[in-house]
């Protein structure tokens, strides 16, 4: 059985500069690129084929089946784009800047309704205070992990279900994650684990002295 993953790496990460001029999926994560991480991450685990679909830069030179993206098609777009080249019957979709450490296999048999997506709980960015009416303290919580479960930008879909489901243009998670759950379609995995979104410069720092505060390569 043939395992395939499309990377959404279309971008140039505009919050990265000016410190970074690179395209975000070639950044330098220490010893690899973003890209080659990812890569890397889902060969360890078995896949076998990688899918980008992209519009501005041409990732040829990486071990991937490049799908051109003419104009802007949103996430969802992207995504309906590059399943035209996916060979089997499910595919692993997955950000560039949203890494993740465990199985992927894991999502890919929670998918069997349909649909997958890794969820975590959300950590406050600032302390939560508990107060009575006279305006007393009662606990102060720094940073706390909220009762919330957000997505990681991780998912697994049967093929059919993105022929069916998702939009020619559009947003993966604004237009198409509300369609598949009221269809019952959807299922979350709940990941406890350390997770590393790179939105700017100062969370790529962040990652790179993650890596090499466990050595990961």
Not at 100 to 110: G, M, R, S, T
Not at 167 to 188: F, T, V
Not at 190 to 208: P, V
Request: with cysteine; aromatic share 10%.
């Amino acid at each position: 059985m043939v395992k395939e993953c499309i990377i959404l790496a279309g971008g140039w990460g505009k919050r990265l500069k000016p410190q970074i001029e690179e395209p975000k999926p070639l950044v330098q994560l220490n010893n690899t690129t973003l890209l080659g991480r990812q890569i890397s991450w889902l060969e360890k685990y078995g896949f076998d084929r990688v899918i980008i679909p992209s519009k501005e830069f041409n990732l040829t030179s990486h071990p991937v089946v490049w799908v051109e993206e003419k104009e802007r098609l949103g996430t969802g777009g992207a995504v309906k784009l590059a399943n035209k080249e996916v060979l089997g019957n499910r595919v692993y979709v997955m950000n560039v800047d949203d890494i993740v450490f465990y199985n992927p296999n894991i999502l890919w048999k929670e998918s069997h309704l349909g649909a997958a997506i890794l969820v975590g709980k959300l950590r406050s960015p600032y302390g939560i205070i508990t107060s009575d009416k006279a305006g007393n303290v009662l606990k102060f919580e720094e940073k706390p992990l909220l009762p919330y479960d957000i997505s990681l930008g991780h998912y697994c879909f049967k093929k059919e279900v993105i022929e069916q489901y998702f939009p020619d243009k559009g947003d993966l998670e604004l237009q198409l994650m509300q369609i598949l759950a009221d269809n019952k379609l959807l299922r979350i995995y709940e990941y406890k684990d350390a997770w590393i979104s790179i939105n700017t410069y100062k969370d790529l720092e962040k990652a790179r002295e993650y890596f090499k505060r466990k050595g990961i390569e």
